[in-house]
């Protein structure tokens, strides 16, 4: 086990399986040392997904534990493309949340899988980010995360 994994398992967290895409695309598609990894979105264990609109069905610590989910899942994607998290070097996040008109705490929302990022990957893990606001997603989930990573030699 990696020593990210290692930080992961501490924080009581674990990777889940990289799932077969539903639609037409792939988990991630690597150019050179850089790696695009698809909208990530908060799955469980088992297969379900939490869903609602941030602000009114779903509350702030309802969409931050969402985002560690989606944080989650960017990470096994991660780990799929670079081979190791110890490889893994976070470049940007892109952070999209389903809320209510007038919400604007989206950045509080996605700081939920900023700071697991880097929990797990330290100075690996700081990237740069967008958080913004939509007026829904698929499947009405109330986040949805993709990433650029950098996979390093």
């Given amino acids: 086990m990696s020593a990210a994994e290692e930080r992961l398992k501490a924080l009581g967290h674990s ?8 639609f037409s ?5 690597r150019a050179g040392d850089v790696a695009y990894i698809s909208g990530q979105v908060p799955r469980h264990a088992d297969g379900s997904l939490t869903t609602g609109k941030v602000g009114e069905a779903l509350g702030l610590e309802e969409a931050r534990a969402a985002a560690v989910l989606c944080g989650l899942h960017i990470l096994a994607v ?10 893994v070097e976070v470049l940007k996040v892109f952070g999209m949340v389903n809320a209510v008109p007038d919400y604007g705490d989206q950045p509080k929302v996605i700081d939920a899988c900023s700071n697991l990022l880097v929990d797990v990957l330290g100075e690996h893990g700081r990237h740069a980010r967008s958080a913004v606001g939509m007026g829904s997603l698929p499947s009405n989930v109330p986040v949805e995360i ?8």
């Fill in 25 to 29: 695309y792939v988990p991630f598609r």
């Fill in 78 to 87: 991660a780990r799929e493309a670079a081979g190791s998290l110890e490889k």
């Fill in 15 to 22: 990777l889940p399986k990289v799932g077969k895409p539903l």
């Fill in 146 to 153: 993709e990433a650029v990573i950098r996979i390093l030699d």
